[in-house]
């Protein structure tokens, strides 16, 4: 639980950090090829997304159930809080995320050989994950889309910090960190998230964003990858905030890093057939 000065720092919008979790010990990724900055900005991230993930798991119920059932059936919450779970990895242990994470190669864009060599970043595209159902995925954070977020109460050379004085009155584009853009590929690792799901996380059409997220067919909300990292981002604001936010309008997931459009994560194509 926050304490109460933590809480009170952040309503005000002061650069202070948000209780983070080394990764260091269990699940730390190989990254490569990026500068010094992006680095810096994709570890942070690991750390963020590991403490987004922990608040499903750790928020009483009577707080996590009304957000949770704007983006997904009651009946899924067990789904969706071990999906979670595979993230963090068992918190009696410690918080330093699954080891599985730490089969992730973060690396730069290049021509993916099986999908007719394309490239993942364009302007809307923040990340993708590539080779999702082998051992060891590629993970490619993009410029601008990607690493124009920042961090939980970090910035960064040219990079806002993410705090509640920063946000919209509703849930926006502004609640979007690298932690959160993380959650998203990581319930696209087949390896981390299956089971509890059959499957690895898709992107649904009309399932991007807050708006998108919220308006999703929930009988498809465990299939989405959005899903999750919105629920987990307005969950974790709303407590560190300590308020409710009002409603994403359409116009709540323009993003600017994004040419004004929903900003979007992707996944590569599976080795394997579905069935």
Same mark, same amino acid.
């Given at each position: ?24 010990? *269990?699940?730390n990724p ?6 010094d900055q992006?680095?810096k900005q994709?570890?942070?991230g ?21 957000? #949770?059932?704007?983006?997904f059936?009651?009946?899924?919450k067990?789904t ?15 918080k330093?995320g699954?080891?599985t994470?730490?089969?992730?190669h ?10 007719n060599?394309?490239l ?10 590539r080779g ?14 990607g ?5 939980v ?13 920063? #946000?919209?009155?509703?849930v &926006?584009w502004?609640?979007e960190?690298?932690?959160s ?6 319930t696209?690792?087949t ?6 799901l ?5 992107d649904i059409?009309g399932g991007y964003?807050?708006h998108?997220? *919220? ?8 299939n989405?990858?959005d899903?999750?990292?919105?629920f ?19 116009? &709540?997931s323009?993003?600017?890093?994004c040419?004004?459009q929903?900003c ?12």
């Amino acid at each position: 639980m926050l304490t109460n000065t933590f809480l009170s720092l952040l309503l005000t919008g002061a650069a202070v950090a948000s209780p983070t979790f080394s990764i260091s010990k *269990r699940a730390n990724p190989t990254i490569k090829g990026y500068n010094d900055q992006h680095k810096k900005q994709i570890e942070d991230g690991f750390a963020d997304a590991i403490n987004l993930a922990t608040y499903p798991q750790t928020i009483p119920a009577a707080r996590v159930d009304p957000i #949770l059932k704007k983006y997904f059936h009651e009946k899924d919450k067990n789904t969706v809080i071990d999906v979670f779970k595979k993230i963090t990895g068992d918190l009696t242990k410690g918080k330093d995320g699954s080891a599985t994470l730490g089969d992730l190669h973060v690396v730069i864009d290049y021509p993916d050989p099986d999908d007719n060599n394309v490239l993942a970043c364009d302007g809307d595209t923040m990340a993708e994950l590539r080779g999702i159902d082998e051992k060891h995925p590629k993970l490619i954070i993009c410029e601008g889309a990607g690493f124009g977020h920042g961090g939980v109460s970090k910035g960064y050379h040219g990079v806002k910090a993410i705090d509640c004085g920063y #946000l919209d009155e509703e849930v &926006s584009w502004k609640m979007e960190t690298m932690g959160s853009i993380l959650i998203h590929e990581y319930t696209h690792f087949t390896n981390l998230v299956v089971p509890p799901l059959k499957d690895e996380t898709d992107d649904i059409k009309g399932g991007y964003g807050p708006h998108g997220a *919220r308006h999703l067919n929930k009988d498809k909300a465990t299939n989405n990858a959005d899903n999750y990292s919105w629920f987990a981002a307005e969950l974790f604001w709303s407590e560190v905030c300590g308020k409710s936010f009002k409603d994403p309008t359409e116009k &709540s997931s323009e993003d600017p890093h994004c040419g004004g459009q929903v900003c979007q994560a992707t996944k590569g194509k599976p080795k394997r057939k579905k069935n």
